[in-house]
């Protein structure tokens, strides 16, 4: 047997490709110099900023491009509508005797123009009173708003005081990453203040709460006693989860109280020992940590799109703080007057006496509440009043609507809800079949509470009628 030693025959692929891969790195080097150095010695053209034209090949011969073919008509915002189309269209609905015998209907364009109504001038708005609230809220505070949850120093070295700024959101934990809006929260706001306190070597405080950026009752007088604990909690600038106790989803009495029980837990959780119990104080001290709302515009939107009667509130108090009539019911509802008539909203027979519609004394005119649509439609830093309004069939609180009414309506009608018992109410958008767009307003406010069914399923034919209507 002859065993081959020290030596390999050279000339196979695999000897060569090392070989090859350095030539090629050296000519690519070499060549990237060429370049360069002919750009330097002005002997190099630069590379075209856009891509050049090249000519079709000789004898090619190319149709001409046709125009596309439009998929859906145009939305026809600027087209008058035929009244008599929309009295045709609505007339069977209005006629059902479930709805009592109230009932305001009207019919509007985009711009503010009332085309048809049927006479009755107002009546008990229920929570379509949150679209003025919310309108007045956007265009007072601004859309990218945001209120401020804050821990300052107390005036004792061991003290902190957790202030309120009135964020109707404001949660106990962090919000999941697909929930919307996002909610600012008290476990990382304690966590940013331990933080801030160990780094500083204080290790435990006094805990102090403020929640005097409201002034008032926090139930309103206006409202039945009923109200608190099922529909809403005393209005405060401090809470979290909306007032309403975690494990049961009740309104608590104290919820200011409450929330600051819960962060002093938190804060205990991580790493800082508090003193006593909370109790109530205010400070001028500097802020030691803060977490911030979702913006107004969201917070708007929500709150129509869901009708939370507790978030109403809420921004109906801050308008009367940015409008400098008060922090109370009577400021904040005073507040959302002077900015509806600045907005050119016709408030001529109109009461409002909160931000929610809760009371049974507040008063709407059809052409109010078309005006409020009109106007959040017609300008962009107030157009979350539309964008929150929920899709008849599809989201919010009108899920539920319109599914044993004209199927046309499903999709077309986007509304707001207004249900007191006795009352009930939907204010919105509606596109009917030929493109055109309409706000529209209907609203019975004497209905026989044995009847609620009946009187909602002809408020809902009268609004998918519009949808199936050829009106344009």
Avoid at 222 to 237: L, R
Avoid at 245 to 271: C, N, W
Wanted: hydrophobic share 40%; net charge negative; proline share 6%.
């Amino acid at each position: 047997m002859t065993r081959t030693t020290g030596h390999r025959r050279l000339g196979g692929p695999s000897a060569w490709l090392p070989v090859a891969l350095v030539l090629a790195v050296l000519a690519t080097a070499f060549i990237g110099f060429e370049i360069d150095l002919g750009k330097r010695l002005g002997i190099a053209e630069e590379a075209p900023a856009e891509p050049q034209e090249v000519p079709a090949p000789e004898g090619l011969d190319l149709p001409e491009l046709a125009a596309p073919v439009p998929v859906a008509a145009p939305a026809a915002t600027d087209s008058p509508i035929s009244r008599d189309a929309v009295r045709r269209a609505v007339q069977a609905a209005l006629a059902n005797e479930d709805l009592g015998p109230h009932v305001i209907a009207a019919v509007g364009a985009p711009d503010g123009t009332l085309w048809w109504d049927n006479g009755t001038a107002s009546g008990t708005p229920a929570s379509l009173m949150k679209l003025a609230t919310g309108l007045a809220a956007l265009e007072s505070l601004g859309p990218d708003h945001t209120f401020r949850t804050s821990v300052r120093r107390g005036e004792r070295a061991d003290t902190i005081v957790l202030v309120g700024g009135g964020d109707p959101f404001l949660a106990t934990e962090p919000s999941e990453a697909s929930a919307w809006p996002q909610r600012a929260d008290l476990t990382t706001l304690a966590a940013e203040t331990a933080a801030a306190l160990l780094n500083a070597g204080t290790t435990r405080v006094r805990l102090r709460f403020d929640d005097t950026l409201f002034d008032g009752p926090g139930l309103s007088p206006e409202w039945e006693p009923g109200y608190f604990p099922s529909e809403v909690a005393p209005i405060t600038s401090l809470w979290a989860d909306e007032g309403k106790d975690k494990e049961s989803q009740v309104h608590i009495a104290e919820p200011a109280q409450a929330a600051a029980r819960t962060f002093a837990g938190l804060l205990r959780d991580a790493g800082v020992k508090v003193k006593g119990k909370p109790r109530t104080g205010t400070t001028d001290g500097a802020e030691i940590a803060g977490v911030d709302s979702a913006p107004v515009q969201q917070i708007a939107e929500h709150v129509i799109a869901v009708s939370d009667n507790n978030g109403a509130e809420v921004l109906a108090r801050h308008v009367g703080i940015a409008e400098g009539t008060g922090a109370d019911f009577g400021g904040g509802t005073q507040g959302v007057r002077e900015v509806l008539k600045r907005l050119g909203i016709p408030l001529k027979g109109t009461t409002i006496l909160d931000g929610s519609g809760l009371s049974r004394h507040n008063v709407l005119t059809a052409r109010s509440l078309l005006a409020v649509l009109a106007t959040a439609a017609e300008q962009d830093h107030l157009r979350g009043i539309v964008e929150g309004l929920p899709v008849a069939g599809f989201s919010g609180s009108a899920t539920y609507r319109l599914a044993s009414s004209n199927p046309e309506g499903l999709g077309r009608v986007r509304a707001k809800t207004g249900t007191l018992t006795g009352v009930h109410g939907f204010a919105g958008t509606v596109l009917d079949v030929d493109g055109t767009l309409m706000t529209f307003v209907i609203l019975a406010d004497k209905v026989d509470p044995m009847k609620a069914l009946g009187a909602r399923k002809a408020i809902d034919d009268f609004t998918a009628d519009l949808a199936a209507c050829h009106c344009g």
